[in-house]
C-alpha cells in the first residue's frame, strides 16, 4: 500500500524539530545517537542548510512523516539523515523521498549521491541496491561510529 496526496517540501526553520525527532527515533530504536548526530540534528540550519546543503519533508494530511538531506561534503553530496515516522513506515514515503533526492541532484547536475549505512539495516540496503546504489570502499575514518558501508548511485 502507498499513500496519495504526499507532499515533499524543503526545508524551513519551523520544521527543525521534525528533522530532530525523527532521526531520534530511529537512531536510538536502532543505535543510539552520536556527536556527530545530535550536531546536525540540534542545528540543522547550520550544518546542512548553511554549508549548502537541502533538507526535504514529507508532509501528508498537514502532518510531517519524514524527511531526507542531502549534506554537501564538501567533494560530494551525502544521502542523510532520512526517515520515517513509525506509523507510516511500509507506505513507500522511504522510496519517494530518496527518488526526490535522485530526481533532484540529476536538476542539481551533480554526478553522483553518497550514502552511508550499516548492514543490519537489511531493508534499508535492499532499498538502496534496487534503486542502484552500488558498494564502494568504506573510508577508515567515516563521520560515523556505526557505518560499516558505504554506496554511491551514479548519474
Known amino acids: ?24 527515533a530511529w537512531l536510538e530504536k536502532y543505535f543510539y545517537v552520536e556527536p556527530y548526530d545530535e550536531k546536525v540534528l540540534s542545528n540543522p540550519q547550520k550544518y546542512v542548510i548553511d554549508s549548502g546543503g537541502f533538507i526535504f519533508f514529507a508532509k501528508y494530511n498537514d502532518e510531517i512523516v519524514g524527511v531526507v538531506s542531502l549534506i554537501n561534503q564538501k567533494t560530494f553530496f551525502e544521502l542523510s539523515k532520512m526517515a ?14 530518496m527518488n526526490f533526492c535522485i530526481d533532484f541532484a540529476k536538476k542539481q547536475q551533480w554526478k553522483n549521491i553518497t550514502l552511508y549505512s550499516h548492514r543490519t539495516l537489511v531493508p534499508a540496503i535492499n532499498l538502496y541496491k534496487k534503486i542502484g546504489f552500488k558498494e564502494v570502499e ?6 560515523y561510529e556505526r557505518s560499516d558501508i558505504k554506496m554511491l548511485l551514479e548519474f
Open 1 to 24: 500500500m502507498e499513500i496519495e496526496n504526499l507532499e515533499i517540501i524543503a526545508y524551513q526553520p519551523a520544521l527543525a524539530p521534525h528533522f530532530y525527532s525523527l532521526n531520534v
Open 84 to 97: 520515517v515516522s513509525p506509523k507510516y513506515q511500509g507506505l513507500k514515503i522511504g522510496l519517494k523521498l
Open 138 to 143: 568504506l573510508e577508515k575514518e567515516s563521520h
